[in-house]
């Protein structure tokens, strides 16, 4: 029996992932104390375990081969990638943190439950060795025979399978607190097998509430005394950054080679040269297109390249600079008012010579190194200073909620942003690369989530107020319908009609359908349907947040004991394995919040 539940907690071992030869990483890398800084041989540290470059590397390039080969361009995307290194992570951060605990909890397997698992239950690696086959198919006796050979070196198998045994039971022992109770059972039965059919009615507010009329104090005290239900007015936590963004690295003699082009250009242009010509002869973008952009508002183009544009009068062309794009000049053709939805706003007419530059690898290790040491910074001001010393673009952004975008970040924008609200003013992001270069972010001030002043929602409040009034009317007119109603079923569509509200009807649902016709609050809609019995045909008046339901019971079908019977060994089992797997992913995410986990790569990977 002992050894029936070992083999089934194996499985359940595999299934979450655990991989093999946990113990022996422990003793490969040793335990050790934390350091006050990242040594460039360590990329982390986990639960107090240093992880060595070297092993991380190696790991993280078997991955990457894998992926490779199967790869059907035989090439590697940068997403693909971090999602590699993020994959190496997490199964180094679980084989340390499952061989902490087997330790911790001293979880230990016999050399008898060794063997007798070994005998019962050769591992698949075993079966698949040609050494163990006859015929291409695994022969036990040839295995067993090997077994018990005294001269075969069983010693890296056994490791293997105590490992996955001591995990098997350390997984036991974590999931043990899982029960399955008879009701559980039979309302997950019911949840999809019983079906109601109902009449009913909803007495609805207005759908175009008024304002109120009430005086300041009466609205003000129901705003106070009801503040849950304003909490969609509530303003949430929000950061304000200072960005730093950097172009990718260029070697100072391709800058200068193409600084040179472009200052030919220029003086090509001011000796007399038509602009357009040039451009044709110079530009990487939209070459024969003469350099032409169409008009655009200032803020149309990239911060740079506007800038440049109105330091100088029309007719006049920029010295070269440098935008996300590459480098430019640009000529400043003309300037109009238009007229819009907001009104009056100026556009901008230019061309311009654009060379592109791929940024390259050649001491690039070293720029991102200079960047990184913005993570010195000691306060805001001096992160901006530092920023603007190694020639970032800095700018300050509006106040940022989670869900918004901080358009520099690209994609990293939800990441970036979240790390920014859970820390505090001056604290420096890690260096991220985008679309332009590379970015940094400092967090320059935080605003705490608030509920607005009534004096700030005054009008809500005043038509909220007036919906429930209406709510309540509603509500008192629906008790007298649901009163009657209940003395006279049959009469209850007459009964509708003198109210002036619709009968409307729901067939043949269960707990689990979604209902459609536009029924509100579903919840308490199916609550109260699959709680009428031909006795209490009629529900009571049940007030929702949107208007107020009185339910007739059509029909309902009786519970099939012979299915339920049948069903409920497969439903314990479902049952069973989803709470299994909420208690392992709660309890390991528990143990990935205490392990005190220092992730380096960022710091260290140039």
């Known amino acids: 029996m002992v050894m029936k539940k070992m083999r089934e907690y194996t499985r359940i071992v595999l299934w979450v992932v655990i991989v093999a030869f946990v113990g022996t990483i422990v003793f490969a890398w040793g335990l050790g104390g934390f350091k006050s800084g990242p040594d460039p041989n360590v990329v982390g540290e986990i639960g107090g375990v240093e992880i060595s470059r070297m092993y991380y590397e190696s790991l993280y390039r078997q991955e990457y081969d894998a992926a490779l080969q199967e790869s059907p361009d035989g090439e590697i995307s940068d997403e693909r990638a971090r999602q590699i290194h993020n994959q190496v992570w997490n199964r180094i951060s679980t084989e340390i943190l499952f061989s902490q605990q087997v330790e911790e909890l001293n979880v230990q397997v016999t050399n008898k439950e060794l063997v007798e698992f070994m005998t019962k239950s050769p591992p698949q690696e075993i079966q698949a060795n040609e050494a163990f086959q006859t015929d291409g198919q695994f022969d036990y006796n040839k295995y067993l025979s090997m077994m018990s050979n005294p001269e075969a070196n069983w010693l890296p198998i056994e490791s293997y399978v105590r490992n996955q045994l001591s995990l098997a039971k350390l997984q036991k022992l974590a999931l043990s607190p899982v029960y399955v109770n008879e009701d559980e059972i039979r309302y997950e039965f019911l949840k999809n097998n019983e079906e109601v059919s109902v009449d009913y009615v909803f007495f609805r507010p207005s759908r175009t509430p008024k304002e109120s009329d009430e005086p300041d104090e009466v609205l003000r005290e129901f705003y106070n005394n009801n503040k849950d239900m304003f909490l969609y007015l509530q303003e949430p936590p929000k950061v304000v950054l200072t960005t730093a963004v950097f172009f990718p690295y260029v070697p100072p003699a391709v800058e200068d080679s193409i600084m040179n082009v472009l200052n030919t250009a220029r003086e090509r242009y001011l000796a007399g040269e038509d602009f357009s010509d040039l451009a044709n002869e110079y530009t990487q973008d939209s070459p024969g297109g003469g350099g032409d952009l169409p008009w655009n508002r200032p803020e149309g183009f990239v911060p740079e390249f506007t800038e440049q544009l109105l330091a100088i009068e029309k007719g006049e062309v920029t010295k070269p600079f440098r935008s996300r794009f590459g480098y430019h000049i640009a000529l400043f053709e003309d300037e109009r008012e238009q007229e819009g939805e907001d009104g009056t706003y100026t556009e901008l007419k230019a061309k311009h010579i654009l060379i592109r530059v791929p940024a390259s690898e ?245």
């Open 362 to 606: 050649e001491a690039s290790t070293e720029y991102e190194y200079r960047i990184k040491e913005l993570k010195e910074a000691g306060s805001v001001s001096e992160f901006k200073d530092m920023a603007s010393d190694l020639g970032a673009r800095v700018s300050e952004t509006e106040p940022l909620a989670t869900n918004d975008r901080l358009t520099e970040a690209g994609q990293n924008s939800q990441e970036v942003l979240s790390w920014a609200l859970q820390g505090e003013v001056g604290d420096v992001s890690d260096l991220y690369e985008i679309r332009s270069g590379y970015l940094m972010v400092c967090v320059t001030d935080k605003i705490e989530e608030r509920m607005p002043v009534f004096e700030e929602i005054k009008k809500s409040v005043g038509m909220k107020y007036e919906t429930e009034k209406d709510l309540e009317r509603k509500y008192e007119k629906a008790q007298e319908f649901a009163r009657q109603a209940k003395e006279s079923p049959e009469q209850f569509n007459n009964l509708a009609a003198r109210y002036d509200v619709e009968v409307r009807t729901q067939e043949d649902f269960n707990r689990s359908k979604f209902l459609g016709g536009g029924v509100m609050d579903q919840a308490v809609f199916k609550a109260i349907a699959f709680n009428l019995t031909e006795d209490e045909p009629v529900s009571k008046a049940v007030k929702t947040e949107g208007g107020v339901y009185v339910l007739k019971l059509i029909d309902k079908t009786s519970v099939n004991e012979e299915m339920y019977e049948a069903q409920h060994d497969s439903i314990y089992q479902e049952l069973y394995a989803t709470k299994q797997e909420k208690l392992w992913n709660d309890w390991y995410r528990k143990l990935v919040e205490e392990a005190n986990i220092k992730d380096y790569r960022d710091l260290d990977e140039g």
